[in-house]
């Protein structure tokens, strides 16, 4: 009968019998646990040698002998010939210790210990053995669908923290909003998390997935209405982290394009807590390619510039219009569109140059508007055009450039699903 097993080799001695490619994974993987890794082989394949030439284990340049399995607490053997490695595995049960034979393609392993087909997902290792004998390629494929299952989010992979566990920060770029854009370590972060703070933007659907007991803190922000400032903000992540807490910080987009992410960062750093970033599919670049928009296409243009639209036309903005030379992508615009309009014409932007403005980018209620510059600010009011929106300008916006008919008519209100809705 097989029993599983988690065994701590940091800091102990280990003995790895072999010189090639099979003993040299072993060795890496103990190294990386932290054991004492002992290789006893003739020669060395080459990863072995780096191994050793990195000080992450030592070399006796010799067949192996009984008295090296003295005092070790694990020994693995692969030398591939029959003799040493039956020979090894009865010196280690003479003394009690566990050994792992790797076997071979002519004989089965015939050692004391397994090694798992294992997976670390966070601070989660899952190993798969089989108990009726060594069976790796099963092994494997079911470590495979466990891990997928894990990395997916799947399952609540809170840990229970002790009064001394340091906290710490995630910020977690949820994407434009549908929640299949969310990243898989996103996922994986919100799985982990003992609270979530969250914006209105982003993957919102994904709360009512996470357990009961995670704290959800609404910190959403709207057009004029900031009901929790930034500072607030900051010092609500500093303070849940201190507590012990892996505070996961959701947001729209990316956290580092006009997420304030940036400022998060410093606060964490700057109290002392630990943050790490996941970055996600901004809207910038979600908005158009969910409606169809290349932002690049060869032969119309080779660059995208990004603004805020709160912050007006810079002079590389405006210019990129100008001569056609750019893209521009204008996050937090529709408010602000009359005046980019406006300030556009006045510096001479082309009045008839293309634009689609994208509202609730990638969710089923997405809606398209399409028209010329000097026309897009009032079919916007006449249409009741709201945020979030993302405004696309551009001969890229132009109707039917994916079809080969630049002129082609297209349906604002069709299927966002579909290409060039």
Same mark, same amino acid.
């Given at each position: ?17 072999? #010189? ?19 290789? !006893? ?21 010799? +067949? ?16 591939? +010939? $029959? ?27 015939? #050692?004391t210990?397994?090694t ?12 798969? !053995?089989?108990t ?10 079911? $470590? ?28 977690? #770029?949820? /994407?434009?909003?549908d ?7 996103g ?23 996470l357990?009961? &007991? @995670? ?8 057009? /004029? ?10 010092r609500i ?8 807490r ?10 580092f ?22 970055? /996600?599919v ?14 690049t296409?060869?032969?119309?243009? #080779?660059?995208?510039? !990004? ?8 002079a ?45 980018a ?27 929106? @993302? ?11 994916? &079809?080969g008919?630049p ?15």
């Amino acid at each position: 009968m097989t029993a599983l097993l988690g065994v701590e080799l940091a800091g102990r001695p280990v003995l790895v019998v072999g #010189g090639g490619p099979v003993a040299a994974r072993r060795a890496e993987a103990l190294a990386d646990e932290g054991a004492h890794v002992h290789v !006893v082989a003739p020669q060395l394949c080459e990863p072995l040698a780096d191994l050793v030439v990195a000080g992450r284990a030592r070399w006796s340049d010799r +067949e192996v002998v009984e008295t090296d399995l003295d005092d070790v607490w694990l020994v693995h053997t692969a030398t591939g +010939e $029959r003799h040493t490695d039956t020979s090894v595995v009865a010196w280690a049960s003479a003394r009690h210790v566990f050994c792992v034979d790797a076997g071979g393609p002519r004989r089965p392993a015939a #050692g004391t210990a397994r090694t798992p087909a294992a997976t670390r997902v966070g601070d989660v290792l899952v190993g798969v !053995v089989s108990t009726t004998g060594a069976d790796p390629r099963r092994s494997v494929q079911v $470590r495979d669908r466990l891990a997928a299952l894990l990395r997916a989010g799947d399952v609540d992979l809170r840990r229970r923290r002790a009064a001394p566990d340091r906290g710490r920060v995630v910020l977690v #770029g949820g /994407g434009p909003g549908d929640v299949g854009l969310l990243t898989v370590a996103g996922r994986r972060a919100l799985a982990e998390a003992d609270v979530v703070v969250a914006d209105r933007l982003g993957p919102t659907d994904v709360l009512d997935e996470l357990p009961t &007991d @995670v704290e959800v803190i609404d910190v959403g922000k709207s057009p /004029g209405h900031h009901p929790v400032p930034q500072d607030e903000i900051n010092r609500i992540l500093v303070e849940q982290a201190q507590r012990g807490r892996l505070v996961v910080r959701l947001k729209g987009g990316d956290p580092f394009v006009y997420g304030r992410g940036g400022e998060e960062v410093v606060a964490c750093r700057t109290a002392g807590v630990a943050v790490t970033v996941v970055p /996600g599919v901004s809207s910038a670049f979600a908005a158009a390619a969910a409606a169809g928009i290349p932002l690049t296409h060869r032969g119309v243009v #080779g660059a995208v510039h !990004v603004m805020n639209g709160t912050d007006g036309w810079s002079a590389a903005a405006l210019t990129g219009l100008r001569d056609g030379s750019c893209t521009v992508v204008v996050l937090m615009g529709v408010a602000a569109l009359p005046g980019l309009v406006r300030d556009a014409l006045a510096g001479g932007a082309d009045p008839d140059v293309p634009v689609a403005v994208v509202e609730r980018a990638t969710l089923a209620d997405q809606r398209v508007t399409r028209a010329p510059l000097h026309e897009v600010a009032a079919l916007c009011a006449a249409r009741g055009v709201r945020s979030p929106a @993302v405004v696309v300008l551009g001969e890229v916006t132009r109707p039917g450039l994916l &079809d080969g008919h630049p002129d082609a008519p297209v349906d604002a209100d069709a299927d966002p699903a579909r290409m060039g809705a």
